[in-house]
């Protein structure tokens, strides 16, 4: 203990000796009281989400650090030998083996505890989240599908109508979003000549629904263009997991009746989808009137076209992300075909080469977000598959052990390139649902829908056809395989296909 000794032998600055015996003792006291009840990734969350506590461990820490620098060194000028070289250089290499042994390592959790404070309080939210309800659909939408369920079979015809009339409704809060009432529609009649499908007004709605973004930022800019929408919607009890990718080029994006942004646009966006985020930015007083406003419209879009509340987004710069893939130390990425790079993107460390070979390819955070960006070969839609792709290459790449490794450079990086709404109170039951989705099989067991050709057209979609895909893909249940687009013109004919690989 830090001052026993020169207590015991009746050093000067007794007073001094004296403090920091209290300091250290409470600062010991607070750090096993804080860090003993810690069993799993869930408490630990916990931990972190309550700011004063966490906050409090790093004081702490640094309290102990600098008390036992303080003995060690006063202990080794105390005990210095008046004569002797020798004995000097003993006494001073056994001072600085107590302070590397000693005082190193607190000094180190220390600086990442506050380092990563600093961190989750500028990606997570301070305050309580609102979740973007859908309204109705135009009681004159009607979507009519034709499927063909095997060779030598009558194609099946379904045709499903959509009942404006509106209620009230207000949903419990899941996942720390404010409560707030939105008209929606009641549940719908269906009619059709051979098959029955039963469309709920709302889908998804004791699920929880992220909305990912990804944006073409650099750093310190975030009010661009978002070129990569991604939904994912996960079961809290089952661990069930669904992505949703909407195109970047989606035209007439629509917004709930009764909302400002639907009463600028009553026809829908006058631009593509990606331009939703800078407009309201530019306009907040349409969406909130925050300083993520540019965020909580595309909120309102997507959850209006998907006909799912959607609880809160996730922004990532896609700049930003380069250090999170090298924080990991690169990906595996298995590139079904060639891919020609489109140039150097923001926040390139090195030049990229002309092409990505076909093959399985170890990315660092440049080339990923090369492969990423790339749409010269094929389509936005292609494009938007490989997103998922790196988003599921960067989970597998996250192992606990990479994590360790990297996890001063992943604080910082994350720090720079993510912001949400999602509050950090919550980080506890984040993590919850993170290892219910891992039980449930994690990304192997995730169905995924790209509303893109030949599923939908980008300019000419239909409001109750999206709503009915979506209700489809979430009540699809342990189905396996995924949705996939090309880049053909869409027909009534046209199914889902399975495919595999990025």
């Known amino acids: 203990m830090p001052g026993l000794g020169h207590l015991a032998v009746r050093a000067r600055f007794r007073r001094g000796v004296a403090a920091a015996i209290v300091g250290n003792l409470a600062a010991t006291i607070v750090t096993v ?23 409090g461990l790093g004081l702490a820490l640094a309290v102990m ?28 290499l056994a001072t600085s083996t107590v ?12 600086d990442y505890v506050l380092k990563t404070d600093r961190a989750v309080s500028h990606v997570f939210s301070s305050r309580q989240a609102v979740t973007a309800y859908p309204g109705p659909v135009s009681d004159t939408d009607t979507a009519t599908r034709r499927t063909t369920p095997s060779t030598g079979t009558t194609p099946t015809i379904t045709t499903v109508t959509i009942n404006t009339t509106t209620t009230v409704a207000t949903a419990a809060a899941t996942f720390g979003e404010t409560t707030v009432a939105a008209t929606t529609p009641t549940n719908p009649p269906v009619t059709a000549p051979r098959t029955t499908t039963t469309l709920p007004p709302i889908v998804a709605e004791n699920r929880v629904n992220v909305l990912l973004l990804g944006g073409d930022a650099g750093p310190g800019r975030w009010s661009l263009r978002t070129d990569s929408m991604i939904v994912i919607s996960l079961d809290p009890v089952t661990g069930d997991t669904v992505m949703i990718s909407v195109p970047r080029n989606l035209q007439r994006m629509p917004f709930p009746p009764g909302t400002a942004m639907a009463d600028r646009f009553p026809n829908g966006f006058t631009d593509i989808a990606n331009a939703v985020y800078t407009y309201a930015d530019q306009h907040r007083e349409l969406a909130g009137g925050g300083d993520d406003a540019g965020a909580q419209a595309i909120k309102l879009g997507i959850a209006q076209l998907l006909g799912m509340p959607i609880h809160h987004y996730v922004l990532v710069d896609m700049a930003g992300f380069v250090d999170v893939v090298d924080a990991l130390g690169g990906v595996d990425i298995d590139v079904a075909a060639r891919v020609p790079s489109p140039g150097n993107p923001p926040g390139s460390k090195h030049p ?23 749409r010269y ?15 599921g290459a960067i989970a597998t790449a996250a192992t606990p052990m990479a994590v360790a490794t990297g996890l001063t450079e992943l604080v910082a990086a994350f720090g720079d390139a993510v ?56 009540a699809a249940g342990d189905q396996a395989g995924e949705l996939v687009v090309d880049d053909t013109t869409p027909t009534a004919e046209a199914g889902p296909v399975l495919v595999n690989g990025c």
Not at 34 to 54: C, E, H, M, S, W
Not at 72 to 92: F, K, N, S, Y
Not at 99 to 110: N, R
Request: aromatic share 4%.
């Open 99 to 110: 302070v590397i042994a000693c005082v190193a390592p607190l000094a180190v959790a220390a």
């Open 352 to 374: 990229v080469p002309k092409y990505i070979e076909a093959g399985l390819q170890h990315m660092d955070g440049t080339i990923a977000l090369a492969y990423s960006r790339s």
């Open 419 to 474: 912001r949400t709404d999602i509050p950090r109170e919550r980080l506890g039951e984040l993590a919850q649902l993170v290892d219910h989705v891992a039980q449930a099989g994690g990304l192997g067991q995730v169905r995924t829908l790209h509303l893109a050709p030949p599923l939908i057209s980008s300019t000419r979609w239909d409001a109750v056809e999206v709503r009915l895909l979506v209700t489809e893909l979430i």
């Open 65 to 92: 650090a600098i008390t036992r620098l303080w003995a060690a060194l006063d202990a080794g000028w105390q005990a210095r030998p008046a004569t002797g070289t020798a004995l000097r250089i003993v006494t001073g």
């Open 33 to 55: 009281a804080i860090a003993l009840p810690i069993r799993n990734k869930a408490d630990l969350a916990d931990v972190v989400a309550d700011r004063p506590t966490f906050v």
């Open 377 to 391: 070969a094929d389509s936005d839609y292609q494009r938007m598959s490989r997103q998922r792709c790196v988003l």
